[in-house]
């Protein structure tokens, strides 16, 4: 591969900021994808999906592959996100599904679940590199590889200078899966693994049940606390963690919260270790399965997930950007201890829930 742009890349970045940047003439908004960071490199018939941490994504997603030699110049250098669809919405649950070992797992994946691909930058096409070319610039000639071509894989970013329509993407768009904005100057040049952009995203709280903890790398100290949440039926799913504490403050947890440390035997997640299914009695249906913590990594198979369990008995208020399913998509932000809650009160119905949006109109724009 002979490109004037080579893999491998790290991604230019974005730092988070509270309040969307208010329009001076020189920014431009676009909706944040909640996917796989990738750049693609097509040169003739080699392809390479670079991922963030520069690990080859390619193996993972031969569908994509295929899609950009199908759909895109035949040398190419695009920066996007990987995405896979369920009906209107983005499904990060399944993406994270497609990252497997096993080939003939990986082919029935491509085939039943397959990726998109939504481009937002351009860095080479032909013999040019346009690391150097301000953002403005790089839309304009990337926008133009779509104009007049039939809708496939790889999609484009919508993008405005409209800082009104901005906030209204921001509220609107989450329903479909999108957990933000970001915001780009015109004349910003393609700067890799550096936090030039900036990024708006969604923050909520909610109260949650304390039901465990994993030991920090460094030692026996807390890492993060395992957080649940009761269902309609009672039955208590994990849903995430927060590890937003200082160092001094991991090690006086520890002492805290000793007195709620229990067995996995009489812990509402101790089956998580036998692996065994959810069950109704006979007759009845049986119901969507509990959520627990898992035992293996998807990212690290070394990584060890056992927790050390707690009596689920307090409530702490986290902040969350937004949910995935039932879980908290990302790590939720410890604000404060809630004694006055009860943790049979800590359940999903005191959760906000976007309107669903059609994903098919986001791109259309």
Request: aromatic share 8%.
């Amino acid at each position: 591969m002979k490109l004037p742009v080579e893999p491998p890349v790290p991604p230019m970045l974005a730092k988070a900021v509270k309040k969307m940047p208010p329009q001076d003439g020189s920014l431009l908004y676009e909706p944040k994808w909640d996917g796989f960071r990738c750049i693609v490199f097509r040169d003739g018939d080699e392809v390479y999906l670079g991922s963030r941490n520069e690990r080859p994504f390619t193996r993972y997603f031969p569908e994509l592959v295929e899609a950009v030699k199908a759909e895109l110049p035949d040398r190419i250098v695009l920066d996007g996100e990987i995405v896979v669809r369920r009906g209107q919405v983005l499904d990060f649950d399944t993406l994270q599904q497609r990252i497997h070992p096993a080939a003939s797992r990986v082919k029935l994946l491509s085939e039943t679940t397959p990726a998109s691909f939504v481009a937002f930058d351009l860095l080479a096409i032909g013999e040019e590199s346009l690391m150097e070319t301000p953002f403005g610039e790089r839309r304009a000639r990337l926008a133009a590889l779509f104009d007049g071509k039939p809708a496939g894989s790889v999609r484009l970013t919508p993008i405005t200078d409209d800082a009104e329509r901005a906030h209204e993407w921001f509220e609107m768009f989450e329903g479909a899966g999108l957990d933000g904005i970001v915001v780009k100057p015109r004349d910003l040049l393609y700067e890799p693994d550096r936090r030039v952009m900036f990024k708006v995203k969604h923050e909520r709280t909610a109260d949650v049940v304390v039901c465990g903890y994993r030991e920090h790398k460094s030692g026996p100290v807390v890492g993060s606390l395992l957080l649940g949440l009761y269902d309609a039926a009672g039955r208590l799913h994990h849903v995430g963690v927060a590890a937003s504490f200082p160092m001094a403050r991991r090690a006086e947890l520890v002492d805290e919260i000793a007195p709620y440390r229990t067995d996995l035997a009489s812990h509402p997640w101790g089956i998580w270790m036998t692996g065994a299914a959810d069950a109704a009695p006979e007759g009845e249906v049986t119901p969507p399965p509990q959520r627990r913590p898992g035992n293996v990594s998807r990212w690290n198979a070394g990584k060890d997930l056992s927790f050390i369990p707690l009596r689920p008995e307090m409530v702490i208020e986290v902040a969350y950007d937004h949910m995935e399913g039932d879980r908290f998509r990302h790590t939720a932000q410890f604000r404060r201890w809630r004694p006055d809650r009860t943790p049979e009160s800590c359940t999903y119905e005191q959760l906000e829930r976007p309107t669903s949006y059609d994903l098919d109109d986001i791109l259309a724009r």
